[in-house]
């Protein structure tokens, strides 16, 4: 079992060379279909690549577990893609302020696949 660090854009620097999970709206799906731009939870942009093509939306809020590059960019193992029913009511900038409280207590909130 792998464990992932819960983090929002502003604290990818931190975990160069971690698994992590971020969450965030996809901005935009590159034409190659394997890099994604993701605005995350305290509306950082990022980047994150796949070795496979994504199936995503712009638009769409995803999970995205992967580790932290030496370019600050996500290469992903996995993306938990969620139906726009199930993010009607979601909350980021709640959600954020709760990414920021688990840095207090991160043995505490670790994703585990």
Do not use: W
């Amino acid at each position: 079992m792998s464990h992932h660090y819960r983090i929002n854009g502003s604290m990818i620097q931190q975990y160069s060379g971690k698994p992590v999970s971020i969450i965030g709206t996809v901005s935009k799906v590159h034409p190659s279909g394997n890099v994604i731009d993701l605005e995350t939870s305290d509306k950082q942009h990022i980047v994150v690549r796949s070795s496979e093509n994504v199936n995503v939306e712009s638009g769409s809020i995803i999970e995205v577990l992967g580790n932290v590059d030496n370019r600050n960019q996500i290469e992903c193992d996995m993306i938990v893609a969620f139906e726009p029913e199930q993010t009607a009511n979601f909350d980021m900038d709640m959600y954020n302020q709760a990414v920021m409280l688990f840095q207090h207590y991160p043995q505490d909130y670790l994703v585990n696949l």
